[in-house]
């Protein structure tokens, strides 16, 4: 099966605070995602990366950035968090686009 | 990009069909139409994927008319587990083309 991890379940941080979003898959996949959650407002694509050291922008890309240095590991940033960033954070990562496999989520709080 | 639209939420009764709908009207050639289901405090799951026609597996049944400009989720038989929300998803297979959009979702409630 394939496993996304992702570094933390909860997490609070301040408004200002660098904040580092990590996650891992164990498959392979050359795709990776970051999406946020938001009640009524579905999953947003964040940044996406279809390869190591490569990455695209997302719907929602201002306020973050992403690091793939390695193939498995896909990292969000939040150079100085901010209140409206707090929400679910969920990571994914496939092999074909449209299958991707999600991981359990960080929920973020900033405060 | 196609743009999907769902319906935001649905109640069944335990032991029925359900079927979900999602309309794609700009939905592009090389588009594949994909559904995921997400309960609460987890991550989307896949169920399902197709192109064209009808496609079938252990959970879930899609059908898709000719013109491709909707397709139809269907549940069999669900029970109180499927009780989730569920996401029509429309964008290239393969490659690196393209974006992926997730609607609001279809929350799916059903009752005893």
């Known amino acids: 099966d394939v496993k996304v991890t992702q570094s933390s379940r909860y997490l609070v941080k301040r408004t200002g605070e660098k904040v580092f979003l990590e996650c891992v898959q164990d498959m392979d996949h050359e795709n990776m995602f970051w999406y946020r959650q938001d009640p009524g407002l579905g999953l947003r694509l964040i940044y996406f990366s279809y390869d190591v050291k490569m990455k695209e922008k997302g719907d929602i890309p201002e306020g973050y950035s992403v690091s793939r240095e390695k193939k498995e590991r896909f990292s969000l940033i939040l150079e100085s968090a901010s209140t409206n960033q707090t929400s679910m954070y969920l990571c994914?990562?496939?092999?074909?686009?449209?299958?991707?496999?999600f991981g359990p989520g960080t929920r973020l709080t900033v405060t | 990009l196609a743009k999907t639209t769902q319906p935001i939420s649905m109640d069944s009764y335990e032991g029925q069909e359900v079927n979900i709908t999602c309309s794609h009207n700009n939905i592009a050639t090389n588009d594949y139409i994909t559904w995921y289901q997400q309960f609460p405090s987890q991550g989307p799951r896949f169920i399902i994927q197709g192109y064209k026609t009808k496609v079938t597996n252990e959970v879930a049944s899609l059908f898709i008319p000719a013109d491709r400009k909707s397709s139809t989720l269907s549940l069999p038989r669900v029970s109180l587990s499927d009780t989730a929300v569920y996401y029509c998803?429309?964008?290239?297979?393969?490659?690196?083309?393209?974006?992926?959009?997730f609607g609001q979702g279809t929350t799916l409630q059903v009752k005893p």
């Open positions: 998803l429309v964008a290239p297979s393969g490659g690196n083309t393209g974006k992926l959009i």
């Open positions: 994914a990562s496939s092999l074909f686009r449209n299958e991707q496999y």
